[in-house]
């Protein structure tokens, strides 16, 4: 990596870090928000909430073709400035159109922000330096998250509205930050994504290349299940679960998520070191098997009638299981989506994984909350672990259609051969020629 693309790559964090702060301001009391401060009920808040995923899924199908025509920079300047401005607008909105409308923009700006920030890093590493790139932009994504939805909670007030425009206030103005952090990166002139599969009839395909691409749609199914089966889970199945089964307090519930954050920021670059060596399927195959765990953890959480305290450890230990998992698949997921990528189709590919994200986002509380709805909590743990398994399963599957390269570049790199240097004497004297038999 030169010294220009380190610079890049460390003005791209520091913005996103800083982006990830002022969003902690305001995610964990979204919902409190809009249904009790604006007096505008659960329904319209879980209207909102709907609202970010539908306008993700209305975008991101568009996003990556962009990104790869005019480059990663633009939309993503264009993505913060859009969530900059429904940032302001949910906290200035008292009506449910206004609220509705100022979510959409936001929604829509950080789903368009998701693949640029990714391309962009992309653009400003390497295949040796990839890996510690993307486990960087997620512990600092969590730790900012952390650190300001702390911070948020010592400002809020319930009682007083204007308390919440100063946090969506906070939010809007890191995302300008963001957005100027970003417009002043030089970024290299062309991508730095070693090809390994052929990009010149498929560079032209846009969506019908990247559906042949059969190891990528592998990786997009499986994408689905894992965001499914973890993130679609943390604010509505899991969640009722806990309070419903165990019996736990919402208090407690917040510590069990401070867990997930805390185990995400404490070993991340401890699993850095473990991972990166080893084979990209095997360890997002280890990810299922430690998520079946968590699992059966909370399962057993839920039989523990006669000790409460054990019940509450075990599900603080499953979200921070969870925790692990997440740590293990930032420096795995986002980097072989790279590598799978034709260069000119880099973008896309970005794009049409964040979609499938989002897709599970949609998905996975819908699923949760209505099992959880109809008490079927048996049902749900056995679907989730039923799920954890497939992650394994579809990983190891993943495996063997990719090349050594795609899957542990780090072991490729180490076992390639060195070209022998040429001596000066090989290089100007030719050797001379056979004489003929007589």
């Known amino acids: 990596m030169t010294t220009a693309m380190g610079a890049a790559l460390r003005r791209i964090q520091l913005g996103n870090a800083l982006s990830a702060f002022g969003n902690g301001f305001t995610v964990p009391f979204l919902f409190i928000y809009v249904a009790q401060v604006r007096e505008l009920g659960a329904s319209t808040a879980g209207v909102v909430l709907a609202t970010f995923a539908v306008a993700a899924l209305v975008v991101l199908p568009f996003t990556g073709r962009v990104i790869d025509r005019r480059g990663p920079l633009p939309v993503?300047?264009?993505?913060?400035?859009?969530?900059?401005?429904?940032?302001?607008?949910?906290?200035?909105?008292?009506?449910?159109?206004?609220?509705?409308l100022a979510a959409a923009a936001l929604g829509a700006g950080i789903a368009v922000i998701q693949p640029a920030l990714a391309t962009m890093i992309v653009w400003c590493s390497t295949t040796a330096t990839r890996s510690r790139a993307f486990a960087m932009q997620f512990f600092l994504n969590n730790l900012g998250l952390g650190v300001g939805g702390l911070l948020g909670g010592l400002l809020v007030d319930t009682s007083d509205p204007s308390s919440f425009v100063r946090l969506f206030s906070i939010e809007s103005v890191m995302f300008l930050v963001l957005g100027a952090t970003v417009a002043t990166v030089r970024l290299p002139k062309v991508p730095r994504v070693e090809d390994p599969v052929p990009s010149d009839d498929r560079a032209r395909g846009g969506w019908r290349a990247l559906l042949a691409d059969r190891a990528?749609?592998?990786?997009?199914?499986l994408g689905f299940v894992m965001f499914f089966a973890c993130y679609g889970q943390f604010e509505s199945g899991l969640a009722a679960y806990a309070v419903e089964v165990t019996r736990i307090s919402p208090a407690t519930l917040g510590v069990a998520l401070a867990a997930n954050t805390a185990m995400i920021v404490i070993a991340q670059f401890v699993v850095l070191r473990l991972v990166?060596?080893?084979?990209?399927?095997?360890?997002?195959?280890?990810?299922?098997?430690?998520?079946?765990?968590?699992?059966?953890v909370a399962a057993a959480a839920g039989l523990m009638h006669g000790s409460h305290a054990i019940a509450t450890a075990a599900i603080i230990s499953t979200y921070a299981l969870f925790g692990l998992g997440e740590a293990m698949l930032s420096p795995t997921i986002a980097p072989l989506v790279a590598d799978l990528a034709p260069s000119p189709?880099?973008?896309?590919?970005?794009?049409?994984?964040?979609?499938?994200?989002?897709?599970a986002l949609a998905v996975g509380p819908a699923v949760g909350g209505l099992l959880a709805g109809a008490g079927m909590y048996v049902a749900y743990i056995l679907m989730l672990v039923l799920c954890s398994l497939g992650?394994?399963?579809?990983?190891?599957?993943?495996?063997?259609?990719?090349?050594?390269?795609?899957?542990?570049?780090?072991r490729a790199l180490a076992a390639a051969p060195v070209p022998a240097p040429r001596s000066a004497a090989t290089e100007q004297v030719p050797a001379e020629p056979v004489p003929a038999a007589v």
């Open 216 to 221: 990528m749609v592998q990786l997009c199914v």
């Open 76 to 100: 993503a300047v264009a993505g913060t400035i859009a969530a900059s401005a429904g940032s302001m607008g949910l906290g200035l909105a008292a009506t449910e159109p206004l609220v509705v």
């Open 345 to 359: 189709l880099l973008g896309q590919y970005n794009s049409a994984f964040a979609l499938v994200k989002q897709l």
């Open 276 to 296: 990166e060596r080893h084979r990209r399927s095997r360890v997002i195959a280890l990810v299922g098997l430690i998520w079946t765990v968590a699992w059966l």
């Open 391 to 410: 992650i394994t399963a579809l990983a190891l599957r993943l495996g063997r259609r990719l090349s050594p390269a795609q899957d542990s570049p780090l």
